[in-house]
C-alpha cells in the first residue's frame, strides 16, 4: 500500500498545475480501471482490490438447475480497462466456463481491453502428445480465451513456462518465487540446498538457489503412470543439509513424499517444501502429514481446503500484493518485469 500511496502522491504533485481538461480526461481514465472475479477464489480477489483501492466489479454469477452457468455483469464497462480474476482450480471445468463466459459478457459490454488474470492455470500438465491420440489440453484452453474475447492474460508460475507460447495474446507470466524467498530468507535455514523434483523444474529451482545463495540439487523420477512417480536418485549433495523442495504445485503429494524420503535417505537433515499452487488432491494432506516434512509452504493462488486449512505443516502466503502490482503496471503500461528484479 505504501508504494502505491507514494506514486498517487506524485501523481497528485506533478498534476498541481495541470489545465482543467486534462485533469478530468485522467480521472475519467481513473474510472475505468475494473477488476471482476468469478467464484473460484473471491477472497483472494478481494484481497486485490483492496491492495489497489478498488472496489470489486459487480457480476452475477450463477447456475440453472441444470448446471449451466449463468453471468451478468451488473455495471457499466463500457470502454474500461477491465480484469477478470479466475484461477481454473476445482471443479475445473465449471471455474472455466465461467471464466469464460465473463470474458464474453465484457466483451460484449464493449469493454476496451479484457485481461484474464489466471492465478491458477488448469491443463497446464497436458501441454504435449506424449501418448497417441491424446488432445494438447492447454493449447485448446489458450484458444478458447482468446476466442471469448481476452486481449491478453496474466498467468501465475505455469507448469512450463513454453505454455506462453500457446497463446496468441500477450502474456504477462508472474512468479510466486519472491513471495516464498522473503519467507524462507527470514528462516535462515543453516547449509541450505535448494531441490527441484524432477529434471522439468531445475530452471525454477536454479532462480531460487541464486536468490537464497544456496547449493542446488535435482531428483531424478520416473513417472510409471498418471499421478504415480518413481524417485530413483539424488544429483547433488545433501548430507547434514536442510533441504527445500520447490515446485509449481502440489497435487497428491505422492511425489514430494517420496523425494523427502529419497533426501533423507542420502543424509539430509530436515526437508522443507514449497509451491505455488496448493491443488491438493485426495490423499494430498494425508501424505503431507504422515511425511516427515517440517513444513509445506504454498500461496492462496487456489483456495484451501478444509483439511488442508487444519493441517499444521502447511502453511498459506497471500500473493496478492504481487499480482496487485502487476495488475497496476498493466493498466499503466509499464513493466511487470521489474516485480522480479
Do not use: W
Amino acid at each position: 500500500m505504501a508504494t502505491l500511496a507514494t506514486a498517487t502522491d506524485k501523481k497528485t504533485q506533478m498534476g498541481a498545475d495541470e489545465k482543467p481538461e486534462r485533469k478530468a480526461q485522467r480521472a475519467r481514465v481513473d474510472d475505468k480501471f475494473k477488476i471482476f472475479c468469478g467464484t473460484a477464489n473471491e477472497p483472494l480477489a478481494d484481497e486485490v482490490c483492496s491492495f489497489l483501492g478498488l472496489t470489486r466489479g459487480q457480476a452475477q454469477v450463477t447456475r440453472f438447475a441444470d448446471g449451466e452457468a449463468y453471468v451478468q455483469i451488473q455495471e457499466n464497462v463500457r470502454g474500461a480497462d477491465v480484469f477478470v480474476m479466475q484461477p481454473t482450480c476445482r471443479p475445473v471445468d465449471e471455474h472455466l466456463m465461467e471464466l469464460l463466459l465473463m470474458i464474453d459478457a465484457l466483451k460484449r459490454a464493449s469493454s476496451r481491453r479484457i485481461t484474464a488474470v489466471i492465478p491458477y492455470f488448469g491443463y497446464a500438465r497436458q501441454d504435449r502428445k506424449d501418448k497417441p491420440r491424446v488432445p494438447i489440453s492447454s493449447k485448446l484452453v489458450a484458444d478458447l480465451l482468446t476466442t471469448a474475447g481476452a486481449h491478453r492474460a496474466l498467468i501465475v508460475d505455469l507448469h512450463a513456462p513454453q505454455l506462453q507460447g500457446f497463446f496468441n495474446i500477450p502474456v504477462d507470466h508472474l512468479f510466486a518465487s519472491p513471495v516464498l524467498v522473503d519467507h524462507f530468507k527470514k528462516m535462515n535455514l543453516p547449509n541450505l540446498t535448494v531441490v527441484s523434483p524432477d529434471a522439468g523444474g531445475v530452471e525454477r529451482a536454479r532462480f531460487f538457489a541464486k536468490k537464497m545463495d544456496a547449493a542446488l540439487a535435482i531428483v531424478d523420477k520416473r513417472r510409471v503412470d498418471v499421478n504415480v512417480a518413481e524417485v530413483m536418485h539424488v544429483i547433488g549433495d545433501v548430507r547434514d543439509r536442510s533441504c527445500l523442495v520447490i515446485d509449481d504445485l502440489i497435487d497428491t503429494a505422492g511425489t514430494l513424499v517420496k523425494t523427502a524420503n529419497a533426501l533423507l535417505e542420502n543424509g539430509a537433515i530436515s526437508v522443507y517444501a514449497c509451491a505455488s499452487h496448493p491443488v491438493l488432491s485426495e490423499p494430498a494432506v494425508e501424505n503431507i502429514s504422515k511425511s516427515p516434512i517440517t513444513e509445506v509452504v504454498v500461496t492462496n493462488t487456489i483456495p484451501l481446503t478444509d483439511a488442508a486449512r487444519n493441517e499444521p505443516k502447511i502453511r498459506v502466503l497471500t500473493i496478492a500484493g504481487l499480482i496487485g502490482r502487476a495488475i497496476q503496471s498493466i493498466h499503466e503500461e509499464t513493466s511487470v518485469s521489474k516485480l522480479f528484479l
